[in-house]
């Protein structure tokens, strides 16, 4: 299971997983088209200091394409590699850069949190940022601090110039990878994966300075 967790406990969203690599480097997950998954609504950071705690994510979803999952150990990001099959042929759709906590391993799989800011970059490697200006609200509500936001970007552009300099993980072959033929999609929710205790970021405190969520 990958879960995002906030830094007040809550499982914001949730996703049953494969584990193709995990190395000392890298965790390789790749979610099937298909796959049940949770999700709170999107919401401000205004919105989001009034929910209930703790309380779970309330709907669940289909996830619609097959995506491979890249997270670098210790990186405040990971990529992921989206895929349309269809009649058997598997085409490339983009590559999607998640600014977000390092992740770290727990008894079920993995947990994280999502920084909000993203990218998104064609096969052609042509790209745009993503939700900047809910960034900026989360800024300006004290959900995030400047600093955070700040790291965010600047990590985001390592990783945009890592790519389009064909240095990036992503780059490594992985556009050529595909699921083996005999793994369906994953049973939906292990038990275990709202109630093993979450797991935090070290640097939570100088990040969320405010959110209490």
Aim: hydrophobic residues 35%.
């Amino acid at each position: 299971m990958l879960r995002y967790i906030t830094s007040g406990g809550r499982i914001e969203m949730c996703w049953p997983c494969r584990v193709v690599e995990d190395r000392d480097d890298l965790v390789a997950l790749f979610i099937a088209a298909g796959s049940p998954y949770k999700a709170g609504p999107k919401k401000t950071a205004a919105e989001k200091r009034r929910l209930p705690r703790p309380t779970l994510p309330p709907a669940e979803y289909v996830w619609r394409t097959d995506t491979l999952r890249l997270m670098p150990c210790g990186g405040s990001h990971s990529v992921s590699m989206s895929w349309e099959v269809e009649r058997g042929t598997r085409r490339l759709l983009k590559y999607f850069v998640n600014l977000e906590e390092p992740f770290r391993h727990t008894a079920i799989g993995f947990d994280t949190q999502d920084h909000t800011l993203d990218i998104e970059v064609t096969p052609a490697l042509a790209w745009r940022w993503r939700d900047e200006d809910e960034l900026a609200n989360h800024v300006a509500e004290g959900f995030y601090t400047a600093e955070l936001a700040r790291a965010a970007r600047a990590e985001g552009e390592r990783v945009i110039d890592a790519i389009q300099r064909l240095d990036h993980e992503c780059m490594r072959g992985w556009r050529d990878w595909s699921p083996p033929p005999e793994w369906q999609i994953p049973p939906p929710f292990v038990g275990g994966w709202d109630t093993t205790p979450p797991t935090y970021w070290d640097k939570r405190d100088w990040a969320y300075a405010h959110d209490r969520s």
